[in-house]
């Protein structure tokens, strides 16, 4: 059984981008203690380094439902700046959201037919001679 992750800052300032680069590694140290396999399907940098606006991560292993369920919803992760120390606020909040992987559509050869057309009406030269369409 595997479930997708989405970690996301939204419109937060830089604090969150930095919050989501923690919560990933948070969630990959705590799904190696369960034995749930974590992969970083997709993650998109923020402006500086190790920073995220979002992740997306693959889990899949016994127990992932109910591991990726304690996960979903607000995160709120308490902590100084590290944009800008000086700032009095210290609670940052980011999104998490619980998703299926896209299913992969099931098709063979069998299914297939291929169909090749060739032009009509008035033109140039070629028409009627090149198959123009498949």
């Known amino acids: ?10 419109q937060g300032p830089g604090e969150c981008r930095w919050v989501v680069a923690q919560v990933v590694d948070v969630l990959y140290h705590e799904a190696a203690q369960q034995g749930i396999d974590c ?3 997709e993650g998109v940098p923020g402006d500086e380094e190790n920073i995220l606006k979002s992740a997306l991560l693959e889990l899949e ?3 992932v439902q109910a591991f990726a369920a304690g996960w979903e919803g607000t995160i ?5 700046s590290p944009c800008r120390p000086n700032h009095k606020r210290k609670n940052w909040f980011v999104g998490v959201e619980v998703y299926a992987p896209p299913q992969r559509p099931q098709w063979s050869e069998s ?6 057309m060739r032009s009509s009406g008035p033109g ?7 198959n123009s369409a498949v």
């Not at 059984?1 to 939204?10: F, Y």
């Not at 709120?76 to 100084?80: L, N, R, V």
């Not at 299914?111 to 090749?116: C, G, I, K, N, S």
């Open 1 to 10: 059984m595997n479930v997708w992750l989405q970690i996301t800052a939204g």
């Open 76 to 80: 709120q992760w308490i902590g100084k």
């Open 124 to 130: 140039g030269q070629h028409v009627n001679k090149t």
């Open 39 to 41: 992969k970083l399907l």
């Open 61 to 63: 292993g016994e127990g």
């Open 111 to 116: 299914d297939l037919r291929t169909e090749v």
